[in-house]
């Protein structure tokens, strides 16, 4: 049986586990409502609550997740009134949100994050940095009355090739990114914002997108042991307050995602933690298009989970749904679960339990709110790597020299599903040239040459994957025309130097581009 067979099949019927009691019609508590509601976390659309949410938080919801259509950027107080809001619907709330630094932000989504990223500062190698990092993180969060931020990615990117990790996670080395792992857990949770490791049991070894699809991880319990477990066990002897779990599939595990495997959860609590274990979001494909996320909930809390995480509702993968549908789908499921005795309620109340224990202690006393004195842009450009730059045909003139002229070719080929898409921060942080923008997949290669032979000033040509064979495609015609180009890397930089110019950034942010100027008017 294929694992797409087996998450498709008919729930099997549940016994209950010693001393759990099952809801059986006639028997389940008169709170169960309340009680369901206590381990769902949705999202939702626009700035303000809507009606829905707030009969739902009154009615004991877990809380919400921030997406960055809920932010207006232009309202500096808004976000902040409406975690306000949310709380006097339910003092308890846990109000998360995916704020990584680097490439993935929500309260910073428009203009970028003004805080490096994981492969940044994995590449620089400085813990207390990166304990600085996330006390920014968490000062960022603090300030914003969230309480949760769904960071650091504790997964080992040992694949060049995985689409979706990448420049989030600290590097490849296991132990580098285990210790730089405790290090942001350590600095987040200075300002009683709850850390969230992710995603267990490792996604680093994926070429798939779990977003997108079913990723698998070919690797025995012993490899995973060896290259991928060992960071979040680093969260946990840090206090993690939350971990995430993956919709991979590890085949030691279990046929179906490590979200619905109990063996998954299992594991992890075999190293110690008992905080909260969250789900990954269960409107991506792994559980969509499978069991669907209300099925998807109700075996991801059997499997061990606390908290369901619903998901975006304006994902394009959930056109034709609203917010409050998304919903009231995990909802209705878990409320069927409950009742016929699949779903036993000390299940739920255990979950419920942590996610309690989870939002008072952030409800407590912070000795003093930390504002470390960083220059963001200094320590991403010290994090840069510069190959064939400074020397040969470029001889010891500064690739931008502060002001004039310059051609900015974009050859990136879509966009990673975490991050969303962005505004092209490097064209933002050259506003003092004038930038000629070439969009090259929208020309041709006969175009594009064309629009390099006009090309005045210096070149320069973006990317994010040099494993991708469009971009190396275009990289090669931009060379063969304007020699002087220099490729400005943003995603994973290569272990070997590259023989053409470039600047390897680790990430596409607004810090990563300001830092990348930087670089480029004194190399």
């Known amino acids: 049986m294929t694992s797409s067979d087996l998450l498709t099949a008919p729930a099997p019927a549940q016994t209950s586990p010693a001393g759990l009691t099952p809801a059986v019609e006639g028997q389940f508590p008169e709170d169960l409502n309340r009680l369901i509601n206590s381990v769902i976390l949705p999202g939702f659309v626009g700035t303000t609550v809507p009606q829905w949410l707030e009969r739902a938080l009154e009615n004991g919801l877990a ?97 060049p090739l995985n689409p979706v990790i990448g420049v989030r996670a600290f590097g490849a080395d296991t132990a580098l990114v285990s210790a730089h792992t405790a290090a942001a857990v ?86 110690g933690f008992d905080g909260v274990l969250i789900t990954d979001a269960l409107d991506m494909a792994a559980v969509r298009v499978t069991v669907g996320p209300g099925e998807g909930g109700v075996l991801a809390l059997l499997a061990g989970n606390d908290l369901l995480c619903v998901g975006n509702p304006l994902n394009a993968y959930t056109t034709g749904r609203d917010d409050e549908s998304c919903y ?47 220059d ?66 929208e020309l041709s290669s006969a175009e594009l040459e064309v629009a390099l032979m006009q090309a005045r000033g210096a070149v320069l040509v973006l990317v994010d994957s040099l494993e991708s064979a469009e971009q190396a495609q275009t990289l090669e015609l931009v060379f063969a025309t304007a020699p002087q180009a220099v490729c400005v890397n943003a995603g994973l930089a290569p272990a070997e130097p590259t023989l053409f110019p470039a600047l390897h950034a680790h990430g596409f942010s607004r810090v990563t581009a300001e830092a990348v100027v930087r670089v480029l008017e004194t190399v």
């Open 63 to 159: 809380g919400v997740v921030y997406f960055g259509h809920n932010i207006d950027p232009d309202s500096p107080e808004q976000v902040s009134a409406l975690s306000a809001a949310i709380r006097a619907a339910n003092p308890n709330a846990v109000i998360g949100v995916d704020e990584e630094g680097g490439n993935v932000t929500r309260l910073q989504s428009r203009d970028g994050s003004t805080i490096p990223g994981a492969a940044a500062l994995g590449a620089l190698n400085e813990l207390g940095t990166t304990e600085a990092a996330g006390r920014a993180i968490g000062q960022l969060c603090r300030d914003a009355g969230i309480n949760l931020t769904i960071a650091p990615v504790a997964d080992v990117n040992t694949n």
């Open 186 to 271: 350590r600095g987040i949770q200075e300002l009683r914002v709850a850390a969230c490791a992710k995603h267990f049991p490792g996604h680093g070894d994926t070429v798939a997108d779990s977003h997108m699809d079913a990723a698998r991880v070919d690797l025995t319990m012993a490899e995973m042991a060896q290259f991928h477990l060992p960071p979040f066990r680093a969260a946990v002897e840090a206090g993690v307050a939350s971990m995430m779990s993956a919709h991979i599939i590890i085949p030691e595990l279990g046929e179906a995602p490590a979200t619905l495997t109990p063996a998954a959860s299992a594991l992890l609590r075999g190293m």
């Open 328 to 374: 009231t789908e995990v909802f209705d499921a878990l409320h069927a679960a409950a009742v016929s005795g699949r779903l036993p309620v000390d299940i739920l109340r255990r979950a419920a339990g942590r996610v309690q224990a989870l939002a008072q202690w952030s409800a407590g006393e912070v000795a003093a709110d930390k504002h470390d004195a960083v």
């Open 376 to 441: 963001w842009v200094s320590v991403a450009a010290r994090a840069t790597r510069t190959d064939s730059l400074g020397s040969g045909s470029l001889g010891k003139t500064p690739v931008l020299a502060g002001s004039g002229v310059l051609t900015l070719v974009d050859a990136r080929t879509g966009h990673n599903m975490a991050a969303g898409p962005t505004e092209n921060f490097l064209a933002t942080a050259l506003h003092h040239y004038a930038v000629t923008a070439v969009n090259a997949t």
